[in-house]
């Protein structure tokens, strides 16, 4: 099973960027989601979606800037952000699990309950 996270690149503050994470199989999860890393912090939740029914959850610190989308095959999930600020610069990883029961908001953002992890790819926003 291979994530591989794209799209990653350096823009100003106010800009948009369009992450995508490309899953090798189709069937081993039933929710994907966005972490990053920003210099000398600690890995933090973006944002997670489910298979199912699509659920999806945020973090307040990108609540109505980010998107998070995906396919009708499940085999790529898009991360939308708009209106970026100087402190949204992070390495951002994509992350799926199969979560037993499916996917609620506190597995979401709980980094350690996610089997899988792209290699990441980074974010610079400039002021």
């Known amino acids: 099973v291979q994530l591989q996270a794209s799209g990653g690149g350096l823009v100003q503050a106010g800009g948009s960027l369009r992450l995508s994470c490309a899953a090798s199989?189709?069937?081993?999860?039933?929710?994907m989601g966005w972490f990053r890393q920003g210099p000398g912090k600690e890995r933090e939740f973006v944002a997670a979606?489910?298979?199912?029914?699509?659920?999806?959850y945020y973090a307040d610190s990108v609540k109505g800037r980010f998107t998070i989308s995906r396919d009708s095959g499940w085999d790529t999930v898009f991360l939308q952000m708009n209106s970026l600020k100087p402190e949204d610069t992070a390495v951002y990883y994509c992350?799926?699990?199969?979560?037993?029961?499916?996917?609620?908001?506190?597995?979401?953002?709980?980094?350690?309950?996610?089997?899988?992890w792209g290699q990441g790819t980074q974010v610079t926003v400039s002021s």
């Open positions: 199989e189709l069937t081993f999860s039933n929710a």
């Open positions: 979606i489910g298979r199912n029914i699509g659920s999806t």
């Open positions: 992350a799926a699990n199969w979560f037993i029961g499916g996917i609620t908001s506190a597995k979401a953002s709980d980094a350690s309950s996610y089997e899988y």
